[in-house]
Each structure stands twice: as structure tokens, then as C-alpha cells.
């Protein structure tokens, strides 16, 4: 036992082996990604950011405001101040905190609207310089539903008519080259 410790500790067995093991590795293909030039490809039924869904031909908002996704959180980061009465109900201010949200899911399984006013979305890079940044309104979350159906690959609902293409917008215009 004592001569083979020895006979390790002299070939420098183990920084031989940790060596083998990274030479291994120079071989096979990198599973890390170049970000952001290279972006994760989210699976199908991955849940990332939450948006709020429009109808796809009226443009109208789905959600009835029966603040059954406010109650079905479990850390309350839904906040919902409703208008009108019954029929005409609707939710006028929608906020999710983006710092609280875990990604549960549940508040999409209580929406009782078909199709679902609120869907997670393939999204899942969540920059802000401040906390503020993270708290999502209404529009914004419309946003990132917009930006979902407009701007995902081969989606079964496809590019949709008829929505503004809000990242397009966004997108800061080239500036002309300035004159010499
Ligand atoms: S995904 Fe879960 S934690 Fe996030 S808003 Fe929905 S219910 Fe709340
Ligand atoms: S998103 Fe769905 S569950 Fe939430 S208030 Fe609107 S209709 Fe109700």
C-alpha cells in the first residue's frame, strides 16, 4: 500500500491524470456558448418570462381580470387593479415582479380565458440597472408576448398579422455615416 502511495507520488500520478482528463477535453465539442453573439436555444416547454396574450385577429386583450393568477401566486408578485363591472371587466394596471417571480407556472394553470391571457414565453435574459427595471406593467408584458409571436422560429401560431412588430421599433435606426 505504502510502495504504490510512493511510487504515485513520485510519477505524479494525479496531476498525470488531471492532465489526460483536460487533454480529453480539447477533443470535444464546447459546451459553453459565446454570449450574447451565440444564445441558448430555449426547449419547447421551457418557462421564461411571462406575457400577456391579444387576440390574435382583434388585437383586443384577453385577460378578463379575474385576478385568479394574483391569487394563485405563491410569493405575490402579481399585482392586478381591475375597472368596469362583469362583462366589461378588465385589468387595467398588470405589474409581475420579475425579482420575486420563480418561474412556477401556476398563475398560468388558473387563468380560466382560452386561449390563456397569461403565457410563459421562451425569454429569459432579464437585464435592469435597477430594481424598477424588473417590476413589468401591463404594456410591457404585452410587449414580451409580442416579441414572442413575432420573432420566434418555426412556433405553431407562426408570425401573426396584424400585431405591431414592437422590437422593430425598439431598434435603434443605422445612423448615416458622417460627412468627412
Ligand atoms: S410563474 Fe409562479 S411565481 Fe411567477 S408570477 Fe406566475 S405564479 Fe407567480
Ligand atoms: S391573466 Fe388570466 S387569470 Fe390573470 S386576471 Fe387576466 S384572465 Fe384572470
Redesign the pocket.
Known sequence: MEISRALKRFFLWDIVCGMALTFRHMFRKPVTLQYPSERWEAPERF?GF?GLTRDFKTGEENCIGCLN?EK???????TIVTAGKGREMYAREFY?DYM?????????E?CPTTPKS?V?THQYETPGFFRDDLVYEKERLYDVWEKEVNYRGPRPWGKLFGLRNVEAARRPKAQPAAAE
Open positions: 418557462r411571462l393568477c394563485a401566486c405563491p410569493v405575490d408578485c402579481i409581475i420575486r417571480c420563480m418561474y412556477c407556472g401556476l398563475c398560468t388558473a397569461i410563459h
